[in-house]
């Protein structure tokens, strides 16, 4: 597709778009509302490029398809909805255990079950944080636009190469299918980041040596640098152990690489925070109708702020304590009964209310909702 020219497409479109700037070079999937376009146009474009496409009979060996891909070399990337986002969480575990850099688009709906199939929702934050068993890290972003929906896909990209672990892009059913005109940035001026290989033979290396750094380099399957993956605790080498150092070494290297660098992994955008006393927080597509409820209360006289959030996990408890501080109230629009929330509540400071507005009916919260909240008193 032609870079720097307009273009009016869906956000589905550009989040393949996306993928393919990013340098994704494998995509396995099984259909599912409402994000088989991504798998429809990465089917066509992907072997143009010199990529594959292949779907699979389940999600459950989709997720599996791209671990492999990913060891063997090649960006990887699979799509789904809140179901197939169930049956992906065993292997979405071993990927952050064996650390291996992938993206999950999970194109979220109304659930549980078969739930609304075509109607958006936001139901999936807590899952996308916790779905799978264990204490592990995590990294998963949102986009709120179309145009963000092509540059989150390419950082989702960047953060797991850079830091072997798989990322969660968590979009909805309305940015998915909703048009938009987008201007898609030359490739040459895209930031693209491709993993650490290693600079030593095959016979010195080790898949999960601190000796570079806490992000090890990882070896292609197929040069000769034979290594074991397992979803077990293992040492520097990747065979299983259950010493208590090596499990502890592993762990506090499991969540320190994304700890230690919340300041790269972190992104969000602000609007109106001069002065304000109320705060919105929004993500996805509630983040449009909080945008707009912002300036009309500021039209109207009253001191609200919108943060939009960018990445969901890890969570800015920091910034929203900050922010807390100078405000009386925030309000937290969502389409479930209050997942993000919850994270709001234990940021704050103690002297600010936190107000939810919460709809899983499958109709949008709109900017009315969120404007007659902020005139309460």
Known sequence: MARNDIHFMMGNQACA????????????????????EIAEILSRRLPRV??????????????????????????????????????????????????????????????PSTGLPTKPSQGDVMQARWGTHGDHPIIALAPSTVHECFTLTVRAFNLAERYRTPVILLMDADIAH???????????????????????????????????????????????????????????????????????????????????????????EELAMDGADCLVIAYGSVARAAERAVKEARNRGISAGLLKLLTLWPFPHEHIKRLSEHCRRIVVPELNRGQLVLEVERAVARNCQVRRINRLDGSMITPKDILDCLREE
């Open 178 to 268: 909703m048009r938009e005109r987008v201007q898609l940035p030359q490739q040459e001026t895209l930031k693209v980041i491709n993993r650490l290989l290693p600079g030593i033979p095959p016979e010195w290396y080790a898949p999960y040596s601190e000796s570079e750094g806490p992000v090890p380099p990882l070896a292609p399957f197929g040069l000769g640098y034979r290594y074991h993956v397992t979803g077990l605790f293992h040492d520097a080498m990747g065979f299983p152990t259950s010493r208590t150092d090596e499990v502890n070494q592993s762990i506090d290297r499991l969540f320190g690489k994304i700890e230690h660098h919340l300041a790269e992994i972190l992104q969000w």
């Open 50 to 111: 010199g990529g594959k496409f292949i779907q699979m009979e389940d999600e459950i060996a989709s997720i599996a398809a791209i671990i492999g891909a990913s060891l063997g070399g090649l960006k990887s990337l699979t799509a789904t909805s809140g179901p197939g986002f169930s049956l992906m969480q065993e292997n979405l575990g071993f990927a952050v255990m064996a650390e291996i850099p992938c993206v999950i688009v999970n194109v979220q709906r109304g659930g």
């Open 17 to 36: 778009e996306g993928a393919l700037a990013a340098g994704c070079r494998f995509f396995a999937g099984y259909p599912i509302t409402p994000s088989s």
